[in-house]
C-alpha cells in the first residue's frame, strides 16, 4: 500500500534506546525505522528512567527523531506543540504515568490518536483487578484506534465491552534487515531468550531444564534478564544475563531449536505471538513453542513450527529433527514470517488504519 501523504507521527513509548528487560525496544526500533523509510516524520518520545540510562544499547536512533524527557512537566513544556500538529500520535502500553499521559494526549492531540498495547492480555488482566498504572478504562472511547498485540475474541471485548472506536490486532513485527539465517556453528542444542516472570519459569522448567539434564553432554541456554539468583540451572545451561538486539541473530542461528513460551495471560487470550517467534523464524531456526489458540494462524504445526506441552514432546523434537529437516521447516517459517509479519507490513497496515479513521470506514 503507498500512503497517500506523508504523516507527522508522534509515539510515546516505554522505549527506544534500550532493550534491558524489555521487549518493545526491537518493535519500536523496527516500526519506527520503516515509517522514516516510508518517509513519514516519526518523533520517538520517551521517559528518562534510570534503569534504562544504565543500559542503552540504542542510545540514539539513526531513524526518525528522538527526544527524552523527565517529566510530565518537561514533556507537555517541550512537545505539546508537536502531539497538537501530528498527523497520528500513538502513546504505547507501560509508558510511566501512562494515564496522565494518556490525558493529556487525548485533550492536546489534533490527528489521530492511538493506543498500541504491546501487552493486551496483561492490560486486561491488570484493568479487571483496577491495577493497570498506564491504562484505565475511561480513556480507551477516547483512543480513536486500539493497537492490538492480540487478536482473535480479544478485539471483540475491546470494542463491545470496553467501547474501544476501532480495535485492530496489530502484531508483534521483525525488522527483516537484522534478522537472517547465517552459517554459525550449532553451539547450543536448544536455547531461550526473554525476561524473566515467574508464570513462564515453570513451563521454562519443564520444556528446556528437564530435556537439559536428561541429555547432560549437549549444551542449552537462557538468555534474558531479571532471574532469580537461586534458580538451580543444570551444569550445561548457560546463563546469558543480557543480549542487546544486535547479537540477536547470532544467538538464535547457534541454536539447532529455540525454544518459545508465552505468559500466561497470553496463552489465556491466545492470537499472541511474540516477537522473538518471528525473529527466530526470520533467521531460519526452528521454534519449539508451547501451544495457544491461534497458534496455528502464523505457523503451520509440523511443518513451520513445533509444539511441544511437555519435556517429552521436547526431546521426541530433538531426536527428530536432523540438519535436514532443520532447514526445512526453519526455510518454511522463514518464508511465512517475510510475507507477512515485516515491519513493511506493519507500516502498511498502520497507514490503513488511520485512513480508516480519518474517512470514518468501518471494519
Known amino acids: 500500500m503507498t500512503s497517500p501523504r506523508r504523516l507527522r507521527v508522534v509515539v510515546l513509548g516505554l522505549s527506544i534506546t534500550s532493550s534491558w528487560g524489555n521487549g518493545h525496544a526491537t518493535n519500536f526500533r ?9 518517509g513519514h516524520d516519526v518523533l520517538f518520545l520517551e521517559r528518562d528512567v534510570p534503569w534504562y540510562a544504565e543500559h542503552r544499547d540504542l542510545p540514539d536512533p539513526p531513524y526518525g527523531r528522538t527526544a527524552l524527557y523527565g517529566s510530565l512537566e518537561q514533556l507537555r513544556d517541550e512537545h505539546a506543540a508537536a502531539v497538537a500538529d501530528a498527523d497520528l500520535v500513538v502513546v504505547g502500553s507501560y509508558v510511566p504515568e501512562g494515564v496522565e499521559v494518556g490525558r493529556w494526549v487525548q485533550g492536546t492531540a489534533g490527528g489521530v490518536r492511538a493506543f498500541y498495547d504491546i501487552d493486551t492480555p496483561v492490560t486486561l488482566a491488570a484493568l479487571r483487578r483496577g491495577e493497570c498504572d498506564y491504562l484505565v478504562p475511561e480513556l480507551i472511547p477516547g483512543y480513536d484506534l486500539y493497537l492490538s498485540f492480540t487478536g482473535g475474541p480479544t478485539l471483540d471485548h475491546l470494542e463491545q465491552a470496553l467501547g474501544s472506536p476501532a480495535a485492530r490486532a496489530f502484531y508483534c513485527l521483525v525488522d527483516e534487515t537484522a534478522y537472517a539465517p547465517t552459517q554459525a556453528e550449532r553451539t547450543w542444542t536448544l536455547g ?19 530435556p537439559a539434564r536428561g541429555r547432560p553432554g549437549e549444551a542449552f541456554v537462557v538468555a534474558g534478564p531479571q532471574y532469580p539468583p537461586d534458580i538451580a540451572w543444570p551444569t550445561n545451561v548457560e546463563r546469558i544475563a543480557h543480549l ?5 541473530a547470532a544467538f538464535y542461528n547457534a541454536q539447532r531449536l529455540t525454544l ?9 487470550a491466545g492470537w499472541s505471538p511474540s516477537v522473538r517467534l518471528f525473529e527466530a523464524a526470520a533467521c531460519g531456526v526452528p521454534v519449539v513453542s508451547d501451544w495457544w489458540e491461534g497458534l496455528d494462524a502464523f505457523f503451520t504445526p509440523g511443518q513451520e513450527i513445533l509444539v511441544a506441552r511437555s519435556a517429552a514432546d521436547v526431546v521426541a523434537h530433538l531426536d527428530a529433527v536432523d540438519e535436514g529437516r532443520r532447514a526445512e521447516i526453519g526455510e518454511a517459517a522463514r518464508r511465512r514470517v517475510l510475507a507477512e509479519h515485516t515491519a513493511e507490513h506493519r507500516v502498511d497496515e498502520l497507514e490503513e488504519h488511520v485512513e480508516h479513521v480519518r474517512t470514518g470506514a468501518r471494519r
Open 30 to 38: 523496527a516500526l519506527v525505522r520503516a515509517m522514516a523509510g516510508r
Open 192 to 210: 531461550y531468550l526473554a525476561t524473566w516472570s515467574a508464570d513462564r519459569q515453570p513451563v521454562l522448567d519443564e520444556l528446556l531444564v528437564e
Open 244 to 248: 542487546p538486539p544486535a547479537e540477536h
Open 260 to 268: 518459545n513460551v508465552t505468559r500466561s495471560d497470553m496463552v489465556r
